[in-house]
């Protein structure tokens, strides 16, 4: 297993979930952790991203404000919406964040690792 994501559960809207991400394996060598979810019917989506060189984070706009992704691949999650219901899914890649034209891994294509998701509820 080179990923294992844990910290789901059911909270209500305005609560706060943190997930983990623990790596073993080749997935240690990646340069940047990142997280994605998938709401049922809907495709996997970008979270958060973070350089595991330098730190530097890359968040969607959807979460900007309420989600902290950190180094060690902890993903803090503030003010929750119903609407962050999902299976959230820690993965890593290979890919660099940029020095030159702002790029950060943001697509599930960039990411050569995953873990096997973790259902996050937020009831209204």
């Known amino acids: 297993v080179q990923l294992q994501a844990s910290g789901g559960g059911l909270v209500q809207a305005g609560g706060s979930l943190r997930l983990s991400c623990a790596a073993s394996?080749?997935?240690?060598?990646?340069?940047?952790m990142g997280w994605f979810r998938q709401a049922p019917g809907q495709e996997r989506e970008f979270v958060a991203a973070?350089?595991?060189s330098d730190g530097r984070t890359y968040y969607a706009d959807t979460v900007k404000g309420r989600f902290t992704i950190w180094r060690d691949n902890v993903l803090q999650m503030n003010s929750l919406k119903p609407e962050d219901t999902a299976v959230y899914y820690c993965?890593?890649?290979?890919?660099?964040?940029?020095?030159?034209?702002?790029?950060?891994?943001?697509?599930?294509?960039?990411?050569?690792?995953w873990g096997q998701g973790t259902q996050v509820t937020v009831s209204s």
């Open positions: 993965a890593a890649s290979t890919w660099k964040f940029s020095s030159y034209d702002g790029f950060a891994p943001s697509s599930m294509y960039d990411y050569n690792y």
């Open positions: 394996g080749r997935a240690l060598d990646s340069h940047t």
């Open positions: 973070i350089s595991r």
